[in-house]
């Protein structure tokens, strides 16, 4: 893990350098501008993510610095300990639980949300909402938990102390190489049209990536047990059936998503390091067959994104 950080690390000050002061024709800024965004998806997928889960390394303050990575690149470690590590990992696929399978009036991702007209069409544009994804993470929506902290039925306390010096560090860390100091070089007017570039992509790439794994014909769906009332299913197989692996013997994909297509082994172990999910995939399958649990696994991320898209067009339709 420390060696891929390395990799990941250097990519980033490398685009981050070459965007900011060497690129100089339109077309060599998208690039360094769409390298940029990969390297943050890169560091995300890997870094922070396993430093959130704490198994990026045995260390607690080495899993905490590491998921610190996500308030440097404008997102906030602390809400985020609850958005995913509690309400998504706690209720994966549970409408009004999981915040992650949510995006509001503009789409339907799960059959138990109310569907409007418009969403006859969410196959077409809601990739356009995965792109807001980091943008509307970054400028908005860790201030408004600031504010009023709350996920989804997820209580959130607002943070205190360290934790909010640490929060206000990141952003005023964030937004000072984001827009600042590149303004100091360029017109602010190109550096806001990058730096919203540069969103997009990641957020795409933040967007779909989940997607895959969560928002498919094949995961299942449920709603909250009403009081007095238990789920239909034990923890275990709900974590796998709500789950969709994908690409599992693609490598280069392993490496760049962190294992995050993995998701199977991952919901069950998230305290366990990702470069140890394609040696427990065979064995999770094998388990599951014995005892009757349904686990799915597309064999490319074309065809889970074929999926995806077909559940979007469905839940549109239906």
Same mark, same amino acid.
């Given at each position: 893990m420390w060696l891929k950080t390395a990799i990941l690390g250097l990519w980033?000050?490398?685009?981050?350098?070459?965007?900011?002061?060497?690129?100089?024709?339109?077309?060599q800024i998208l690039l360094a501008a769409?390298?940029?965004?990969?390297?943050?998806?890169?560091?995300?997928f890997n870094v922070q993510h396993d430093g959130g889960h704490?198994?990026?390394?045995?260390?607690?303050?080495?899993?905490?610095?590491?998921?610190?990575?996500?308030?440097?690149?404008?997102?906030?470690?602390?809400?985020?300990?609850?958005?995913?590590?509690?309400?998504?990992?706690?209720?994966?696929?549970i409408s009004g639980s999981d915040d992650d399978v949510y995006i509001g009036a503009?789409?339907?991702?799960?059959?138990?949300?109310?569907?409007?007209?418009?969403h006859r069409f969410q196959h077409v544009y809601?990739?356009?909402?995965?792109?807001?994804?980091?943008?509307?993470?970054? $400028?908005?929506?860790?201030?408004?938990?600031?504010?009023? #902290?709350? @996920?989804?039925? +997820?209580?959130v306390p607002r943070p205190e102390g360290g934790e909010r010096l640490l929060f206000w560090f990141g952003k005023i860390f964030f937004f000072g190489f984001a827009l600042v100091l590149p303004?100091?070089?360029?017109?602010?007017?190109?550096?806001v049209v990058v730096f919203l570039f540069t969103g997009a992509i990641l957020g795409l790439l933040l967007g779909v990536v989940f997607q895959l794994a969560h928002c498919l014909g094949e995961a299942s769906f449920a709603k909250p047990p009403l009081p007095g009332e238990v789920m239909e299913r034990d923890w275990a197989t709900h974590q796998v059936e709500s789950t969709v692996d994908f690409g599992r013997h693609n490598a280069l994909l392993t490496w760049f998503v962190?294992? $995050?297509?993995?998701?199977?082994?991952?919901?069950?172990? #998230?305290? @366990?390091?990702? +470069?140890?999910?394609?040696a427990l995939s065979p064995i999770i399958e094998r388990v599951c067959q014995t005892h009757g649990v349904r686990y799915t696994a597309h064999a490319t991320a074309s065809a889970a994104l074929g999926s995806h898209y077909r559940w979007l067009r469905h839940l549109g339709r239906a």
């Open positions: 980033l000050v490398g685009s981050y350098g070459v965007l900011v002061f060497v690129a100089q024709q339109p077309w769409a390298s940029l965004a990969c390297a943050m998806a890169g560091i995300g704490r198994s990026y390394a045995t260390s607690s303050a080495v899993n905490r610095g590491m998921a610190f990575s996500l308030d440097l690149m404008g997102g906030s470690s602390y809400f985020w300990r609850y958005k995913h590590g509690i309400a998504h990992h706690g209720y994966p696929n503009l789409g339907r991702l799960t059959p138990h949300d109310r569907r409007y007209w418009f809601v990739w356009s909402l995965y792109a807001l994804l980091a943008i509307k993470w970054q $400028l908005l929506d860790d201030f408004r938990s600031i504010v009023r #902290p709350g @996920v989804a039925d +997820t209580k303004m100091a070089f360029h017109p602010w007017r190109g550096v962190g294992g $995050l297509n993995f998701q199977i082994e991952h919901h069950l172990f #998230p305290r @366990v390091c990702h +470069t140890h999910y394609p």
